[in-house]
């Protein structure tokens, strides 16, 4: 059973359809992360979970139980957001027991809360602080444990990460994987940083315009994306893309070059789109195609080079120190066995 159902979800603001008629189970313990832009929908669809938006129609159930028209108090959630919003004249310990002090939550029970999420997260010599006196990471672990210690059913995440730093993002990634390996809760996570996604989720809930594009592991939907868009929102540097079309003899090809596919990527002739991972373009004095350097990205412990052929341009992914230069000729080959075939007018995966 899923701990978490939406049922034909429908959400509309000022009379648009931002969530039209979606489906989704979350199941107990996983750590589902909605990925996607600016817009498409993920954090209304979060806000509706844990009851702070209205919904139009459809269903959702928590635990079992059709919590729709519940209070989000009612909903057994525990929810991070972006903004810390920690109260600036409590101290740490106040910030994070606000919340059962309120409900009326006998004091050692409190204590005994507090003390468990202060030492999973690290806040034990910080509880008698105030929020001015804490590093952006620590008051995001502030905001964080005051969640936990209502040891909720289901734990929302709505962007936590994006105000911090890159160091300090990376150390709270995993300081929360971390923190779902001991807990086995069900956290449902949002973020537009397909970083986070693929570090992060159990299962990964891509979404467009309102609409879910593709559901599954961070290494299916990278390895196997269901569509053009899923394919070039994950990965960096992107996907390379090439127009081209399907031959009978099962070739792809391009105006100026054809590639031979494996017999199992047969199909019937259409025009097609190329796609290809970076890491799956590889130069070599043996390759088979030619191009000339475009462009070197040095990246530290890789470099990024693009070689133009044809009227395209291509990403390759290079791991050693070799040098090269705009306007090299270089050879390279294609991971013909890894290669994303999608068709031009659909843009859905052959």
């Not at 350097?293 to 990246?299: F, G, I, Q, S, T």
Request: hydrophobic residues 45%; charged residues 20%.
């Amino acid at each position: 059973m899923p701990h978490v159902a939406l049922r034909k979800l429908t959400i509309r603001l000022g009379g648009a359809a931002i969530i039209d008629a979606l489906d989704l189970d979350v199941m107990r313990g996983e750590f589902l992360v909605l990925l996607g832009p600016s817009g498409c929908g993920k954090s209304t669809l979060l806000h509706s979970i844990a009851g702070l938006t209205e919904v139009a129609g459809g269903s959702i159930e928590i635990g079992g139980r059709d919590m729709t028209d519940a209070d989000p108090s009612e909903r057994g959630i525990g929810m991070v957001f972006q903004s810390y919003a920690l109260y600036p004249t409590m101290t740490v310990e106040r910030n994070m027991s606000f919340g059962l002090r309120v409900a009326g939550t006998p004091k050692a029970e409190i204590a005994r809360r507090v003390e468990r999420a202060a030492h999973m997260l690290q806040l034990g010599p910080l509880l008698g602080r105030k929020p001015a006196q804490l590093s952006g990471g620590q008051r995001q672990r502030v905001a964080i444990g005051r969640a936990l210690v209502r040891e909720a059913d289901v734990y929302l995440f709505d962007e936590p990460l994006s105000n911090l730093d890159a160091k300090l993002r990376a150390e709270l990634r995993r300081e929360l994987k971390l923190l779902h390996q001991r807990l086995g809760s069900t956290m449902i996570y949002v973020t537009h940083d397909q970083v986070e996604a693929m570090t992060l989720a159990t299962r990964v809930v891509v979404m467009h315009a309102g609409r879910i594009q593709q559901i599954g592991t961070p290494a299916e939907v990278y390895e196997r994306p269901a569509n053009l868009f899923v394919a070039g929102f994950l990965g960096a540097p992107a996907m390379n893309f090439v127009n081209g079309a399907l031959g009978p003899d099962g070739r792809f090809e391009h105006a100026g070059f054809a590639l031979e596919l494996p017999a199992a990527r047969a199909h019937a002739p259409c025009a097609a789109v190329l796609g290809v991972r970076p890491e799956h373009v590889s130069i070599s004095a043996r390759g088979a195609l030619a191009g000339t350097v475009a462009l070197v990205e040095p990246m530290g412990n890789h470099q990024v080079v693009w070689i133009a052929l044809d009227g395209v341009q291509l990403a390759a992914i290079v791991n050693d120190n070799r040098v090269f230069a705009p306007g090299q000729a270089v050879a390279f080959d294609i991971e013909r066995e890894r290669v994303s075939l999608f068709g031009r007018e659909s843009g859905l995966r052959l």
